[in-house]
């Protein structure tokens, strides 16, 4: 069960998890310690019992989304990510999600696919991570209107 919660506290513990923020920070994010979540009615955290996802605006239609998955559902959590990009298209105006992976996080660019985003393209050069700059893939997937 998907569901969006207000619980920064929440948040912010599964985000700052040893196993996670290393996986969602680059060199320009604050310590795992002064970390803090956006509070905003604009950014959609979406709790399950596999971890959360995060999903930030672009534009009016298109929403970003961010997985942090706990360790032990690793491998095992491609339905929540599926029931959460239901759960935007269901709940809210956006029309499109998208996401991007860097280049060297192999088993997030499969993991999105299987959550059924397909790639769209490559941002050059644009993460930076332990000093090394990493292209990222595009991502993303519509909502299909119903008939």
Request: glycine letters at 4%; proline letters at 5%; hydrophobic letters at 35%.
């Amino acid at each position: 069960m998907i569901i969006r919660t207000f619980d920064y506290d929440l948040i912010m513990d599964i985000m700052t998890h040893p196993d996670i923020y290393p996986y969602i920070s680059d060199d320009g994010s604050p310590s795992q310690e002064d970390f803090s979540p956006i509070q905003s009615d604009d950014i959609y955290y979406l709790i399950c019992e596999a971890g959360l996802f995060m999903y930030h605006p672009h534009n009016c239609i298109t929403v970003e989304v961010h997985s942090c998955v706990l360790p032990e559902y690793r491998g095992k959590s491609v339905a929540y990510a599926k029931a959460s990009v239901e759960w935007m298209f269901e709940n809210t105006k956006y029309r499109k999600v998208i996401t991007q992976v860097p280049s060297y996080n192999k088993r997030a660019l499969v993991y999105a696919q299987k959550a059924g985003l397909e790639i769209e393209g490559t941002n050059r050069m644009s993460f930076m991570k332990n000093g090394k700059i990493y292209d990222q893939t595009i991502l993303g997937v519509v909502c299909q209107p119903q008939h």
